[in-house]
Structures are given as C-alpha cells and as structure tokens.
C-alpha cells in the first residue's frame, strides 16, 4: 500500500466509523431495549457475562460464538475501564461489539479488495478505497451493525477464512472458519468454498497443462460451449480419479477436511445442524431461493448488472441458444411449481421487508412467481457473465456453495444472502468509476431511507404495547 493510499484508506475507514458511532448513539437513545432477536441474544450473552455458561435459551438456533466473543471484549474492557454494575453487558454496551466488527469489515473489505485484483495494474487506489467503503456500507449488513445479532461476527470471521486462504496459511483459515461456524453453523459451507479455492488452482494449473498439450486453445476461450463443457467434466473426472492427485489435494486441504469433519460429528450429536428451536428452522429442497438470491444481487448490484449492454448481450445469447434457453426455462418453471415454500415467519411479521415483498409482488396474483422466470433467467445469465473472468472451476466451486447455502432454507430472509453477495461482488472485475459512484450513492440513499423508516416511522401491533420498527 502505497502512502497516500494509506492516509486515504485511514481517514476513510475512520470517518465511516465516526459516523456510524453517531448513527448508533442516535439508535440506542431511541431503542434502548432489545428488540426482535436479540430477545434472545442479549438475555443469553448477559448469563454469560454473569458466568452462568451451561444456562441456554431453548429458542436461539446459533451456536454460542457472538456471546463468547462479547464476553471476551467486554470482561476486560470493564476491567481496564472501571465498569461496574448493568453497564458492563447492556444491550448498548453489547451492540458496541457488532461496530467493532464493522470496522474489522471494513478493514478486511480492503485487504481482500488488494489479494483478489492485485494483477490489474490499472485499478487506482481511489477505486481500492471506493469499493470498500461501498461493500462497507452493503445496506442488509450495515443495519445489524446497530443491533446484536450474530452478522456483522459472522462477516468477519468468513472473510477473515477467506482471506488467510488466498494467502496460503490454510491452518489459520481453518480455525477462523471454526469461529465463523460458531456464530452461523451454515458458515461450514465457506469454509468448503476456502478449500474450493485451493482445489479450483490445483485444477486450473491442471486444465491448463492439458491445453498445451493438445495445443487447443480454443477449448479455454468458449466456456459457455457444450461440448468444452463435457470436456471439463471428462478431465475433472480423470483428474480426481488419480490417487496421487488426491492425496496432493488432501494434503493441502486437510485443515478444512478436519473442520468439516467436525461439523458432521457435530451433526450427527446434535441430531441436525440446528441447536435449539428446530420447528421453524426445518431444512427442504427451496430451490426458489436461488432466484430470489440472483434478483436481491441484480438488485444491489444494478449498475453492474442491469445494463443496456447487459440486456443486449443477453437477448443476443437468447437468439443464438434458443433450444437451451427453453429447457433452462422448462426447468425453472418446474423448480418453481413444484419447491416453492413460504414460512409461517414470511406470512405473520409485518416488521420484515421481505413480507411487503413477497404481499406486494408474489402474492399479487398466482401466476406472478412463474411470470417472473425471465426475470430470474437474466439475473442468473447477468451473474455468470460477470464472472467470466474467474476460472471455470472456481465458478463451478462458487455456485455450489451458493446452492449449500440458499437452497436448503425454507424462509426467505435477506441477512441469508449477505456472505454469498459479499464474495461474489469482491471477485467481479473493478467497474468504472462513475458505477462504483453511482453503486455507493445509492447504498447511502437505501441505508437512508432504512434508519429513517426504522427510527421515525414506528407502529403498535392492536394486541401488544411495544413499539414496533420496520428493518431488513
């Protein structure tokens, strides 16, 4: 990093900071108590500060890494402070931690940003520093930086995975993704993507030892062909058939083979992945989910995505690929019809967004969830196209991590969608500076617009005195 890149990136990173601790002393004089989940979060994490470890809510899903982690803060802090009485772990004191780990975020943001382009030579470091404060500010993350839920922990410690796996110590990624999957047992799915990273070069260097020798070039440069599609297939199946390139790939992944095997240990104990309530956390084939994922990124990602070059590009690949269009639309059409789900949660809370959604669009008519398969076909060819520039392997590996990862959960609930966003928007190629502007400002405008209707746009449900808010 060069110097002034650096004194940029500082000032940047702390003004954001300074800023956000002013948004938060603004929430917590509004919302003193806990509110939605943290119910159950901050009552658990204050048995904890208490020493009270084996007392456990029945009703909270996560593993016990966000207390854990706010005890290991907070104890010494009020030690080194003079903190005393209810203070030391009160709900503000205990939302403190999740703008720690924002800021850490934000620090990894960058550092990932600087790992993943680190070969394009014409990325400046303003753009380096724009991104990252735009990631930073990724609306469904940043809300639950002001409240205590397990997301901004569970970011970090990812991306933190992630980042020790670019950089070859696979051992620290391995404990990292450990504490990843104590705040989010669904965590265990990135750590499978770390080693995945590890497999898809082992691969690449493969693939492309193959091409020179058959001096074929072509087969690299039409990855969206067929026929090189089965070629791939036939290597990857010759490939990890070998026993001596297994035993390479074991050997420098056994970190993550130790880890996953320890979650399936943890499975098989715990008679699920959930702990806790299971009732409303039961795990089905949703494939729908995988749409809704593709539309929440066109979304968020619409100067990237939604473009007029984008739309022609896609209605030209319509014209050229008739008969395979028609069957992925078949199919979708199927997927639809026939593993569409909607949770008790989606239907009876009015707080969520997710509920206007799905009232506003899916529930507008019957035929509305199949009307929208064009929709969902163009996000999904718009998502693939900017990722052309990764290995063919690294997006097989990618996407199957994204189907671990959405498909299996029977509500819809954008904080699911974060990681997966995250580590897709890091790894597309850097976009002109007039989208990464236009990407940041309407980041703010929707993040605005969030803390406004949260703060000033309260309401009582006719059964309950509670004030209720509008979030994510």
């Not at 995975?161 to 950089?167: F, G, Q, S, T, V």
């Not at 392997?393 to 699911?416: D, H, N």
């Not at 969030?450 to 994510?472: A, G, H, V």
Request: one cysteine or more; aromatic letters at 20%; charged letters at 15%.
């Amino acid at each position: 990093m060069e110097r002034g890149e650096a004194y940029g990136f500082s000032a940047v990173m702390s003004s954001t900071f300074l800023l956000s601790c002013l948004l938060f002393a603004a929430i917590n004089r509004r919302q003193r108590g806990p509110y939605m989940d943290e119910a159950f979060h901050v009552p658990q994490a204050q048995a904890y500060c208490h020493g009270r470890f084996l007392q456990w809510d029945p009703m909270i899903t996560t593993l016990p890494g966000l207390y854990l982690a706010s005890v290991g803060v907070v104890k010494p802090a009020a030690w080194l402070f003079g903190w005393t009485g209810s203070v030391v772990c009160s709900a503000a004191m205990l939302r403190f931690i999740n703008l720690l780990f924002s800021a850490g975020n934000f620090y990894l943001l960058y550092l990932l940003l600087l790992k993943i382009h680190q070969k394009n030579k014409a990325v400046s470091g303003f753009q380096r520093i724009l991104s990252t404060l735009t990631l930073a500010m990724f609306p469904t993350l940043y809300f639950f930086t002001f409240l205590y839920y397990t997301d901004p922990g569970s970011v970090f410690f990812t991306l933190f995975a992630y980042l020790m796996c670019l950089y070859g110590n696979h051992k620290t990624s391995a404990l990292l993704g450990f504490c990843g999957f104590m705040f989010r047992q669904t965590n265990i799915v990135w750590t499978v993507f770390c080693a995945g990273n590890v497999v898809a070069e082992k691969l690449n260097e493969a693939w492309k030892t193959e091409l020179q020798k058959k001096k074929d070039e072509k087969i690299s440069s039409r990855k969206g062909s067929f026929s090189d599609l089965m070629r791939i297939l036939r290597f990857l199946i010759k490939y990890l058939i070998s026993l001596k390139n297994l035993v390479t790939l074991t050997a420098l992944t056994w970190p993550y083979i130790v880890l996953v095997t320890v979650f399936f240990v943890f499975v098989f104990i715990n008679d699920g992945i959930v702990v806790g309530d299971r009732s409303s956390h039961e795990a089905c084939l949703h494939f729908p989910q995988l749409f809704y994922f593709l539309s929440f990124t066109v979304f968020f990602s619409f100067p990237h995505l939604l473009t007029p070059t984008k739309i022609r590009k896609f209605l030209l690949s319509l014209r050229k690929h008739p008969v395979q269009y028609s069957l992925i639309t078949v199919i979708s059409l199927f997927l639809v019809w026939k593993f569409t789900y909607v949770h008790k949660y989606l239907l009876a809370d009015n707080r969520h967004y997710t509920f206007y959604v799905w009232r506003k669009i899916f529930q507008r008519h019957e035929l509305v969830k199949y009307l929208l398969v064009p929709v969902y076909m163009f996000a999904g060819w718009s998502f693939a196209d900017t990722l052309k520039s990764k290995s063919i392997f690294w997006i097989l590996m990618y996407f199957v991590c994204l189907l671990a990862v959405t498909v299996p959960q029977k509500l819809l609930e954008f904080r699911y969608f974060i990681l997966p966003f995250l580590i897709y928007r890091l790894n597309i190629p850097f976009p002109s500076l007039y989208r990464q502007l236009l990407e940041l400002a309407f980041y703010i405008v929707v993040n605005a617009v969030t803390f406004y209707l949260f703060l000033n746009k309260t309401f009582q449900w006719p059964n309950s005195d509670e004030i209720q808010r509008f979030m994510w």
